[in-house]
């Protein structure tokens, strides 16, 4: 670690600033919109096509959440200089291998990438290298970096976004989707060279590297002993049998949602769960006259939620009121269970602060919460700024995070 800290930005801003000129509206893609590539020949020209252009893939997705089961593509969006934008069908095509052979070559710039990647990974899909403009955007110092937001500050341009919690899994897709999807990759590759310029005047180009090789680094797969306890509401449940029929109607629907590929809340809203818990019918009809039993879907399913209301009230597996928890307590409960780890949370949170503060960084990425936590519930046994920047690398934290808070968070810890 070096001995020499960065120096933080100049925070002063001017309020003489002439106002921004008004915006200009993009409505449809420079090339027109593209076709859907849905047939094994249509891929392999369109890989040919992006083989044969320069730079960069600027690369987007579109997903069914809220409709279909999961987040998977049901969009690809790719465009490359000189190659134009192609817009690719997964769920029509059994074998992308002629673009995962190309595309895992390539650097990727995306916009949110923890949005896309996972989809994009379960499709063989992965950069060699990536820019996320979002991230970048965020370590910038920009207060909202949602992607017409930050186009529309750094490029002067208004990019529509009505269709972004649109039913991706239809067929076909209207056209105006089409042009849609392609404008959010048109913009891709000027934007990241606008918010590169933004980060190299900040001197933060390095953290936005480190940063954005981090973010290709798969996270665990954390498995959950008991999802079912997801459910809203459910903190309400003050007894074992009313949280076996909760059980019970969660398991019933998601078997039932993953069969259909359909979103779990399209067949039976939380709310109807916790509804039906209240209200104890005990027979079809009753059971319609419920909260949340009124759609055409849960009536025809009425009999399956039945079955799961009276398997939950006559199971002699009664789950436990409450889990035991693994992991740090809530911090809330610190000042009683560790006061000592309580009084090191509170110090460290005004380093943290401090620093986003000179930085122009929000604190949740200028440092992982669960990291700082980690380190104040069990610190180093001797503290000083090389054992707190050994403990923070163990925990996953990136050299430019380290090297801007280790000093400072051994001083406050000492003290």
Not at 178 to 192: N, S
Not at 340 to 362: F, G, H, M, Q, T
Request: charged share 25%; glycine share 6%; with cysteine.
């Amino acid at each position: 670690m070096s001995n020499s800290q960065p120096t933080a930005p100049s925070s002063a801003s001017d309020d003489s600033q002439p106002s921004a000129p008004p915006l200009i509206p993009i409505t449809a893609p420079r090339d027109g919109v593209p076709e859907v590539i849905d047939t094994p020949p249509a891929l392999r020209r369109a890989v040919r096509a992006l083989r044969a252009g320069t730079g960069d893939l600027a690369v987007d997705t579109e997903r069914a959440s809220g409709f279909r089961y999961g987040q998977r593509a049901f969009l690809i969006q790719i465009r490359r200089e000189g190659a134009g934008t192609w817009l690719i069908d997964p769920e029509t095509l059994d074998d992308l291998s002629p673009l995962v052979e190309f595309a895992n070559e390539q650097p990727w710039i995306l916009h949110a990438a923890t949005q896309d990647l996972p989809c994009l990974n379960e499709l063989g899909l992965a950069p060699t290298s990536l820019f996320d403009t979002e991230l970048a955007g965020r370590l910038a110092g920009f207060p909202r970096v949602s992607l017409g937001t930050m186009v529309a500050e750094l490029l002067g341009l208004a990019l529509a976004k009505e269709h972004s919690a649109a039913d991706w899994s239809t067929r076909p897709l209207p056209e105006s989707w089409l042009t849609y999807a392609a404008l959010d990759v048109e913009v891709l590759e000027e934007l990241r060279q606008e918010i590169t310029g933004v980060l190299e005047e900040q001197g933060k180009l390095e953290f936005a590297r480190q940063e954005f090789a981090f973010e290709l680094i798969p996270p665990q797969a954390v498995e959950v002993a008991e999802p079912w306890r997801k459910l809203s509401g459910i903190h309400k449940i003050k007894s074992k049998r009313n949280l076996a029929v909760a059980r019970e109607l969660w398991l019933s629907r998601e078997s039932l949602a993953k069969s259909r590929d359909v979103a779990p809340g399209r067949l039976l809203p939380d709310r109807a769960i916790m509804a039906a818990i209240e209200h104890r019918a005990n027979s079809v009809p009753a059971l319609l006259q419920i909260p949340g039993f009124h759609g055409r879907s849960v009536k025809r399913d009425a009999p399956r939620w039945l079955d799961a209301v009276q398997r939950g009230r006559s199971t002699r597996d009664l789950p436990e009121l409450r889990t035991d928890k693994t992991g740090l307590p809530n911090p809330r409960a610190w000042s009683e269970k560790n006061p000592k780890a309580a009084d090191r949370l509170a110090a460290a949170k005004l380093v943290v602060a401090e620093v986003s503060e000179a930085w122009n960084i929000p604190a949740e990425n200028l440092l992982t919460p669960k990291f700082l936590r980690e380190l104040c519930w069990t610190p180093p046994a001797v503290l000083s700024e090389g054992s707190i920047d050994e403990a923070l690398s163990t925990l996953g934290a990136r050299p430019w995070q380290r090297e801007l808070l280790a000093g400072k968070l051994a001083a406050a810890l000492k003290a």
